[in-house]
């Protein structure tokens, strides 16, 4: 049990599981899974135990405990500098540990309803010279760090716990889906210099934005795919799983509307006022907190995306430099996979607090169970 070759990561948004599990030893063998289209969280629990039961099966491996991806409307980025003296000492990485606890007791102090999901330093500034990674060794009078912090609720994060705790399943790594897939999708397409990522999820839009190979900010719209479908259903006067449909099939070439008394042009026109408004939000987000005038290239990517294709994402006018990108349950899974097992040089590795043990019997019990 303890030799475990998969790692399994559920992807938990607040419409859709997305799950895999892949080996860590041979990443190529891996097996995905994905539950239907959720309206609300009473069924939430079948679909993990239904999605769990899968993957033991597929691989003949217990899964005791598993990696969450989650994103939140009220996740935080929060940016820290933090110095210290070091009177021409050499440079150690307890002094980068030291300055890192500081800097975590600060963001624990004044947003104790969160939870670190991310710790990041962008930045080493050692006697008035900048560094993207640690210099190892070398003496210096005066250390200075940047660091970013990206956040998620506590009770978003215990309620997912409670979920997966009922399976009697531990939840290994908290990892925020949108930063994850962000870091693969810039280092899977080779891009540098200034990025944008615009990840619209089913509640929130994510904005995580790039420049010179560093992560500047991640910002958050509470707008998503969501408001797209309740659009959908209220104009056509359709339910929200029908609405839904309709949206994800959209861009598909093939009828799709199956004799429906309302138009293309007519759905065409609900969703698309509505993608232009959270992408002018985005707009308007991204010019409040540019660092330069250059103008950066944007990627579209998430669930509220598929709306969009290359001929409808030309419709929109500020649009100059923006792809949209086509992702998968493979990609999102194996973007915490990378984000773990690959760790960026700039992340600091949080390690996860142990987990209730079950006494043999009670295991025994569960595990029949």
Do not use: W
């Amino acid at each position: 049990m303890n030799n475990k070759n998969f790692q399994t990561f559920f992807d938990c948004s607040f419409s859709k599981i997305k799950a895999g599990t892949i080996n860590k030893n041979k990443p190529n063998e891996a097996y995905y899974d994905e539950s239907k289209f959720l309206t609300d969280y009473s069924s939430l629990d079948f679909e993990i135990q239904k999605i769990v039961a899968s993957f033991e099966k597929i691989t003949n491996e217990y899964i005791d405990n598993v990696n969450l991806m989650i994103d939140s409307p009220k996740m935080l980025s929060i940016g820290i500098s933090i110095s210290k003296k070091l009177d021409g000492l050499k440079l150690k990485q307890a002094n980068i540990q030291f300055l890192i606890q500081e800097a975590k007791q600060q963001v624990l102090k004044y947003y104790a309803s969160y939870n670190i999901a991310h710790i990041i330093i962008n930045n080493y500034k050692i006697d008035k010279v900048d560094y993207l990674y640690f210099p190892d060794e070398i003496k210096c009078n005066f250390l200075s760090l940047d660091i970013l912090f990206i956040c998620l609720p506590n009770e978003l994060v215990l309620n997912f716990k409670e979920f997966f705790f009922k399976s009697n399943i531990s939840v290994n790594q908290i990892i925020c889906s949108s930063y994850a897939k962000s870091i693969n999708y810039k280092n899977r397409l080779n891009l540098n210099n200034h990025i944008i990522f615009i990840d619209i999820g089913f509640n929130k839009t994510s904005i995580i934005s790039y420049f010179n190979d560093k992560i500047v900010s991640l910002d958050v719209l509470p707008v998503g795919g969501n408001n797209i479908t309740k659009d959908i259903s209220k104009v056509l006067k359709i339910s929200e799983v029908k609405a839904e449909n309709l949206k994800i099939n959209f861009t598909k070439k093939e009828n799709f509307l199956n004799g429906e008394s309302f138009s293309v042009e007519l759905l065409e026109k609900i969703i698309f006022a509505r993608v232009e408004e959270i992408l002018e939000m985005c707009v308007e987000s991204i010019k409040l907190k540019s660092i330069t005038s250059d103008q950066p290239k944007l990627i579209l990517m998430g669930g509220g995306s598929k709306a969009l294709d290359k001929e409808y994402k030309d419709k929109i006018s500020f649009a100059n430099d923006m792809d949209l990108l086509e992702e998968t349950t493979d990609d999102i899974c194996n973007s915490g996979f990378k984000l773990l097992m690959e760790l960026n040089k700039q992340e600091v590795l949080i390690v996860p607090k142990k987990q209730t043990k079950y006494e043999f019997f009670e295991k025994l019990f569960l595990f029949f169970k």
